[in-house]
Nanobody
Framework: QVRLVESGGGSVQAGGSLTLSCVSS????????WGWFRRAPGKEEAFGAEVVAAINMDGSKTYYPSYVKGRFTISRDNAKNTLYLQMNALKPEDTAVYYC?????????????WGQGTQVTVSS
């Protein structure tokens, strides 16, 4: 059974930085593609979470949507079995609960296992 545990969330001022971590148990990070997603406050769960970063299985490809490109960086440490999301130049609109997820399909960003989420709050 795959278990993902995120940490590193918190409250920062606009322009600040945070690094999120996601420790995986039950699946090695090198054996899957991975993604970071977020759900902003007030967004209905039925609409799903929006992706903020993804990395393919061998780590050779990454994907960032336009609204975070140049500010967020996804990485992983195979030895620690941990996925990271470095977030710089944070904006109030980045406020959300952030989730890591293993991806069954990198190209279509389809996830199969999710963490419990970690709250990120950015104040202006």
């Amino acid at each position: 059974q795959v278990r993902l545990v995120e940490s590193g969330g918190g409250s920062v001022q606009a322009g600040g930085s945070l690094t999120l971590s996601c420790v995986s148990s039950g699946r090695t990070v090198s054996s899957s593609a991975w993604g970071w997603f977020r759900r902003a406050p007030g967004k209905e769960e039925a609409f799903g979470a929006e992706v903020v970063a993804a990395i393919n299985m061998d780590g050779s490809k990454t994907y960032y949507p336009s609204y975070v490109k140049g500010r967020f960086t996804i990485s992983r440490d195979n030895a620690k079995n941990t996925l990271y999301l470095q977030m710089n130049a944070l904006k109030p609109e980045d406020t959300a609960v952030y989730y890591c997820a293993s991806l069954v399909d990198y190209d279509f960003l389809r996830a199969d296992n999710w963490g419990q989420g970690t709250q990120v709050t950015v104040s202006s």
